[in-house]
Each structure stands twice: as C-alpha cells, then as structure tokens.
C-alpha cells in the first residue's frame, strides 16, 4: 500500500500523502531528460502496490516490485540523496522477505514437480470477492485521476484502501487481533493519505498508530510461539 500512496504522489507531484519520497520525482528527473521515465516508475508503483493489496496477485505484485525497488535504489544512491537510499534499502529487504514468505508458491517456477506440495493459506482461499475487486477498480482510476484533480485522486484511493482492508477484516479465519492490525494499517493509509490537510494531527495519529501496530503484531507472534495456545480444548 506504500507503493501505491507513493506512486500516486508522483503522478500528482507530491500533493497526495506518502512516506517514500522524493514527491516531485518527474521534476527532478526532467533536467535530464527523464520525465517519461519517472511516471512509469510512478506509474508501476502504483500497479504493484494494486497487486499486493489485492491478495490475489500479491506474489505477481512481489516479484515486480524486486527490480524496481533495485533500480529506485540505485538511482537514488547515484543522486546522493539524503535519507532516501536507507528507505528505499528498508522497503527492498521488506520486498525479499515477502517472497521468502511466498516461497511455498515461488518454488513451483523452480521446480514444477513441486506444484503439487503447494498450499493455500487462509487469505488465498478469499482472494476473489467483491471487495477485492472493489479495490482494484477504484485503485485504477485513481491513476488516472491522479493527473486531473487531487480531491478526486484522494476519494478513489481512500475508497480502495477501505474495500482492500475489509477484503482481509472479512475473512472470518483470521484472528480478532490479525483483523484490528489490517485496520490499523488502513487508518494509517488514510491518515497518510490526507497527512497535507490533517497536519499535525495526521502526523501524531500515524506515530502512535504505528507503535500500536507494532506492539499488536509482536503480541500475534509470541501467542502464535506460545505452546499453550496450541493445545486441543478438553
């Protein structure tokens, strides 16, 4: 979902909220004769930042993101800008672990013999469904809003951030404290993505968000390692 907000921050030059910089991307890179270039990287953001929440495709959304996410940081590393190779770095080594996760479905491109030994995980079994979908529709157009008015631009990706979020809060196998994490996040999109006309209040609200998503999702883990949890009910 970063990817997308980040994209769609480009394509309407740093007017919609984002935390992966740099918003004026096609200014910088049009001294050198690399404005078209900017928007299809912008552009491709967007795409796979669409692909990832869909869940559907999240594995196709993961693999595209590795050579853009590498091109991104060589760029930025060449530009000597300040503070963005560390991001970019954060965001490629988050890329790799996502598809180590998805291994259980890579592994088939390595070796189809093992097609058979690959299993679905909870989400997969609800990939498709309206709200999925839903998503998807108003993630596209807002691509194309974006070059037109911000407002609009705004509306469209809030609404795909919503429909996405609920595609996974609805699935009833997962956990209360799974489906209040996905929520969380959401929320933070939203604030992010209204951070220009929220501020500071935007700011403040994602700095605790985050640190409440954090400590949500160490306290998922150590009950999912707790032994005690795991034993059959009597």
């Known amino acids: 979902m970063y990817f997308l907000s980040a994209g769609l921050c480009k394509l309407t030059n740093g007017h ?9 991307l ?3 890179l049009a001294k050198y004769g690399l404005a078209l270039f900017a928007r299809v990287v912008a552009t491709l953001q ?10 559907r495709f999240s594995t196709i959304g993961a693999v595209m993101l590795v050579p853009m996410n590498l091109s991104i940081l060589a760029v ?22 996502l598809l180590i996760y998805d291994w259980h479905k890579l592994k088939v491109l390595v070796n ?8 679905a995980t909870v989400i997969d079994g609800h990939t498709y469904n309206i709200y999925n979908i839903a998503g998807i529709l108003f993630a596209s157009v807002a691509i194309v809003a974006s ?31 799974q489906a209040i994490i996905v ?16 501020v500071p209040f935007a ?3 994602v700095l605790y968000n985050t640190l409440l998503i954090l400590v949500l999702t160490g306290l998922s883990f150590v009950k999912k390692l707790n032994p005690a949890d795991r034993l059959p009910a009597v």
């Not at 967007?46 to 869940?55: E, P, R």
């Not at 189809?112 to 299993?119: E, F, T, V, Y």
């Not at 008015?149 to 705004?154: G, M, P, R």
């Not at 933070?188 to 929220?198: D, K, P, Q």
């Open 16 to 24: 919609f909220g984002q935390i992966i910089g740099p918003p004026l």
């Open 26 to 28: 096609e200014a910088m």
């Open 46 to 55: 967007v795409v796979c930042g669409i692909l990832l929440l869909s869940q």
């Open 76 to 97: 930025t590393i060449s530009q000597n800008w300040n503070g963005t190779p560390y991001v970019n770095g954060f965001f490629t080594l988050l890329n790799i672990l």
């Open 112 to 119: 189809p013999k093992l097609a058979s030994s690959a299993k």
């Open 147 to 177: 070059r037109l008015d911000i407002i609009f631009t705004n509306a469209f990706a809030i609404a795909g951030f919503v429909c996405f979020g609920y595609a996974i809060i609805q699935v009833k196998a997962i956990s209360k404290m």
């Open 183 to 198: 929520a969380l996040v959401m929320l933070n999109m939203i604030a992010i993505t209204l951070a220009g006309r929220l």
């Open 203 to 205: 700011q403040k609200l």
